[in-house]
């Protein structure tokens, strides 16, 4: 059709789609945001973030809303303009028709599409109304309607002008002046959206979904055979070239994909002095569990303010004027939960998003680069980067290096210089591994004990594990305690009945009543060797959790946790007198403490939910394995005044579940929101931080 110029048409639909978009993202949800006060932290050409710290939960819902609310207060009043006798030329009136599409369909699109996946705008706002599944399908069936019946009526007869009354003609035409948009608008959408700072998975829950998805009605609506409506005239308008749109529609979408596209961004609230304070967070009708005691304390309403927990009230009285209200009605709070024993420099960056998802608030790094968890750290407590908060040792100390995390002592003298060191670098303790020389060892307690620092880790193979519980280490992993002077002269065959043996004999009372008397915590990491064991027996089994361990290290550790099928029923023996050697510490008073050993052939967060279900099969209370998550971790790092249990004053580092953990441990790992230094992040946040995660894991 000579009268539609194809590059005109392009150019126009290229501006239709991104000036829509900018109606959607900046009018809408950044109107919206500067209205209510909040405070906007990006403005991108396919989202638009903001503090939701500075926001209320009702706030946060309107914002969330006003994207499709805009679209559509834009867009009705441009069907009324359409079909009335105001003269206007041919590309005005089709310019005008295709953005009054765009931002309708967006709207009623986002309705149907957020009701479907659960996912989106309209997903945020009936975000924890019950029953659910009503609301969702209130989204589907509202949605539903606007899309596939009101907004044909209202657009198609304005397209009619461009189709005249010839019936072949018509559909001909249809499919030009909108298919052709259709798929230049996504285009240009997808493209913009290629360059935004959160990765691929944006760009297909975003831009791929709201223009291929949200407009596909153009797609082929248009082109279905219908009868002509009273504005079709017998000789169809026409789209001749024109230049000035061309030139238009390169410089915006220069500026929409070059610009908006990378988006424009402010300070965060954590690093800007001059951000006003944020809004208190009231978790409301919430059950908390007590892990200093065993009860729980139904009907509460915990208030947040300025990264703490400022009061505990009955559910009765109201929240703070102006609060965020998340609602906890059926949930049930605990503290933020500590890993005592991960390597963060082997699983890179990708692990912290992936801890925080799993209500992992706190860490204790057991051996890494000391620069680099310190980068890390102070990009977590600067709110740039999302992580839990991090003590960490730095190298680890042992008499061979094996890998660039380790120092060798050198000798007593040298041993003593290093501790020294590390106390000057800020390290929170000193991390011994188990081929320290002996006078190497006492060395570094001596001097750790003048430089204030603990001595944690293995138990070196020259010193027995009632020596080093004299010496105040505290200890690490079941097995060391059975390295060095105990298997020294016996055969990787005999070991595992001379452990059954000792557990049985008065030498392990001794041993158990040794670090009762001197308050020595162990760290147990059952699940290391569970995971080790499960590979083996089964190696075609693939845990969908290895997408979180960076590829580098994928293969590598499925080789380290194979066990060979000859060991397999000795190494099953040993793994079960771990269990009852935990239980039965725990029964004397001795501190546990719940780590992982990540990397380890372990996935961050993750383990740690899988520890503490292991630790109730060895034969804990579900409460006695969740203090060595929480208040346990808090005692042995002298922070008790901020984490640990659920009190005022305490900072605001809380998981949220949906089921007693009291019922079944288990029930850790269902998480509704994670609250970290009074940030709320509700499960579709920590599912963002899963993806970012996994795709960090698939570039290291």
Known sequence: ????????????????????????????HGGACILFGARPTMFNAIFFNYDEATASDSVQRAISSAGSVVNVIVGLPLTVLLRSRVALSPRWRYFLWLFCAVNLLTAFGYLLYSGIGGIGDWARVIEGARPAALYRLALVVSGALLYFVVAPRLLMPALDPFLGREPDARVARARQLSLIPYLVGAGTLVAAGLLNPLGMKIVLISAAAASLGGTSLLAWYPAIPRAPSPYATDVPLGITRGVPWIVAAVIAMAFFVLVLGPGIGHASAATDPQSPAPPPLAITHVSIIDTEGDSTRRDRTVVIR?????????????????????????????????????????????ALPVLLAN?????????????????????????????????????????????????????????RGIVRALKQAGV?????????????????????RKQGLRVVGHIPMTVRPEEASDAGQLIEHEETLFEGTFSAGLSPEALPDSIHRFLASPAADTLVAHFVRNQTSLTSTLI???????????????????????????????????ISAADLPAQNRVVADYGNLVARLNRAGVTLLAGTDIPGGLFPGFSLHDELAALVEAGLAPIEALRTATSNPARV????????????????????????????????????????????????DLDSLLRMGAELADRN
Do not use: C
Request: aromatic share 6%.
């Open 637 to 684: 790092l002298g922070k008790e005044a901020d984490v640990g249990t659920i009190a005022q004053g305490k900072n605001a580092d809380l998981v949220l579940l949906d089921a007693n953990p009291l019922d079944d441990v288990r029930n850790t790992r269902r998480i509704a929101a994670v609250i970290f230094g009074g940030k709320l992040y509700r499960r579709a």
């Open 1 to 28: 059709m000579k009268d539609l110029d194809r590059a005109t048409i392009i150019a126009i639909s290229a501006l239709a789609y991104s000036l829509a978009n900018v109606v959607h993202e900046g009018l809408g």
């Open 528 to 562: 290391t060797w569970r995971y080790a064991i499960r590979f083996s027996e089964d190696t075609t089994r693939l845990d969908p959790r290895i997408q979180y361990v960076p590829r580098s290290m994928r293969e590598a550790l499925r080789k380290r946790m194979r």
């Open 428 to 448: 929170d303790f000193i991390k011994v591994h188990r081929r320290v020389p002996r006078d190497d060892y006492f060395a570094i307690v001596d001097e750790a």
């Open 306 to 350: 300025n990264g703490r927990i400022d009061r505990i009230d009955p559910a009765t009285a109201p929240p703070p004027k102006g609060a965020r209200v998340l609602e906890g009605r059926g949930k049930f709070l605990i503290p933020g939960l500590w890993d005592m024993h991960v390597h963060l420099s082997y699983v890179r960056e990708g």
């Open 359 to 415: 209500g992992v608030t706190g860490v204790r790094d057991m051996g890494s680069d000391l620069s680099e968890i310190d980068r890390w750290r102070a990009e977590i407590g600067a709110g740039v980067r999302a992580g839990p908060r991090i003590v960490r040792a730095g190298p680890m100390l042992n008499g061979q290096s094996f890998n660039r995390y380790q120092l060798v002592t050198g000798g007593p003298e040298q041993a």
